[in-house]
């Protein structure tokens, strides 16, 4: 008798240890990974129509899905915008339109600066010589600490004295150069928004 609940309490005391590892196991991997809305690979990126737009309203969306969006949205924009390299660090890489950001803060200088440059961009891409509405400049040396400072001074004063000179590129090219930074850097944002609507903007590595 007494041997025999030996072994049954041994039994259920196996049991409940390897009911607690695979358990401790499946919480351990399986909020890690997101899925792509699309295509179900892992994801890494949250997608909005609209910047600045509800979390539940964002798609999640793998690097390659998110790349087809991103050229379906700078394809058929047809104003024009300041594209400012992504960099790690600031949650978000959204399109602001001037006019809109100068109406809600009127002391920033970024609207300012993104109006003056775009009017004396080159009309042609630098990379493939067809017709260009994006002006991309280098943002080395922006970080989460100071993106604000670019917000509020423009980039002109910020970034441009530690960047090569700004360059005109098509929507194609822009997003290839997007593209390449999010994979060589292995930049993730919370929520990514292409250019919208029919008004002149940027689009920059931020927070709000
Ligand atoms: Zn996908
Ligand atoms: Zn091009």
């Known amino acids: 008798m007494t041997?025999?609940?030996?072994?049954?309490?041994?039994?259920?005391?196996?049991?409940?240890?390897?009911?607690?590892v695979?358990?401790?196991?499946?919480?351990?991997?399986?909020?890690?990974?997101?899925?792509?809305?699309?295509?179900?690979?892992?994801?890494k990126y949250g997608y909005s129509e609209n910047t600045e737009e509800e979390i539940k309203k964002m798609k999640s969306m793998c690097i390659k899905c998110l790349v087809s969006q991103l050229k379906n949205d700078y394809c058929t924009f047809s104003a024009r915008a300041v594209v400012i390299?992504?960099?790690p660090g600031p949650p978000c890489y959204v399109f602001h339109s001037n006019k809109e950001w100068g109406k809600s803060y009127k002391e920033s200088k970024i609207d300012d600066d993104s109006r003056a440059y775009l009017l004396r961009m080159d009309i042609l891409c630098r990379d493939c010589g067809q017709k260009a509405n994006f002006l991309w400049i280098e943002s080395k040396g922006l970080t989460v600490?100071?993106?604000?400072?670019?917000?509020?001074?423009?980039?002109?004063?910020?970034?441009?004295?530690?960047?090569?000179?700004?360059?005109s590129l098509c929507a194609n090219c822009c997003v290839e150069h997007i593209a390449e930074e999010l994979k060589e850097k292995e930049i993730a944002y919370l929520e990514v928004s292409g250019p919208k609507g029919p008004e002149d903007g940027f689009v920059m590595p931020m927070a709000y």
């Open 22 to 43: 695979i358990r401790k196991k499946n919480l351990d991997t399986e909020p890690t990974v997101k899925r792509c809305s699309v295509c179900g690979a892992e994801s």
């Open 145 to 167: 600490h100071n993106f604000g400072n670019v917000l509020r001074k423009g980039f002109s004063e910020t970034l441009l004295p530690s960047n090569p000179k700004p360059v």
């Open 3 to 20: 041997f025999f609940l030996i072994f049954l309490s041994a039994i259920v005391l196996a049991w409940l240890i390897y009911f607690f």
């Open 85 to 87: 390299q992504p960099a």
